[in-house]
């Protein structure tokens, strides 16, 4: 019987999410097709009944973590400054505490696309590289808003910050590299990333 198209959509999604999750955390080359498939819980042989490749399947999933690391950047301001105690902790130090974290470093198959996708950037092709410099871009311009609703006497901040979220990716990618081999160096690295950003927002 041939799947309706609801259930192909439903099956297309799961794939992607499972090859979202494993890609976070064991990069692109480490994992099969069979992999993806054995966790969506569909057969090997159905896999390009709905991409034409793994390549196909990378950008997809890139495009959709992308947007969700955006999203949840944007998220934490929905409706600006409205209604904000005048002390409240600024926006741009909450979000940081819990994506400079402990938990996110320890989860990438749940965490940001950026910071778990981003140094395979370079060996990717030139549609996926394409998928990470939007999501770059758009994560720096929505840091960059954040740190204009806690300043809004400073007036707008028009560039992106690109400082900011290289701290942020880079802390996150210097305390997965040790946390084996060091965990106390590890926290100390993200502890001094919050730190550092906290000091000059």
Do not use: W
């Amino acid at each position: 019987m041939r799947a309706s198209r609801e259930q192909v959509a439903a099956n297309r999604d799961a794939i992607v999410v499972s090859a979202g999750q494993q890609f976070r955390k064991r990069g692109f080359d480490d994992v099969t097709i069979a992999d993806v498939m054995k966790a969506a819980g569909l057969t090997h042989g159905g896999f390009y009944g709905y991409f034409a490749s793994k390549e196909a399947l990378a950008a997809a999933v890139c495009e959709r973590g992308i947007a969700d690391s955006v999203a949840a950047v944007d998220a934490m301001a929905p409706q600006g400054n409205e209604g904000r105690a005048p002390n409240a902790e600024p926006l741009l130090h909450q979000f940081v505490r819990d994506y400079v974290s402990a938990r996110h470093r320890d989860g990438p198959e749940d965490g940001c696309s950026v910071a778990a996708l981003a140094h395979h950037g370079g060996r990717s092709s030139a549609e996926i590289q394409h998928i990470l410099a939007s999501g770059i871009k758009g994560m720096a311009e929505s840091l960059s808003r954040l740190r204009e609703l806690d300043a809004p006497d400073r007036g707008p901040r028009p560039e992106p910050d690109f400082a900011t979220l290289s701290t942020m990716i880079g802390a996150l990618a210097l305390s997965r590299a040790v946390a084996d081999a060091d965990p106390r160096l590890s926290d100390t690295i993200l502890e001094a990333a919050r730190a550092h950003i906290e000091t000059s927002a």
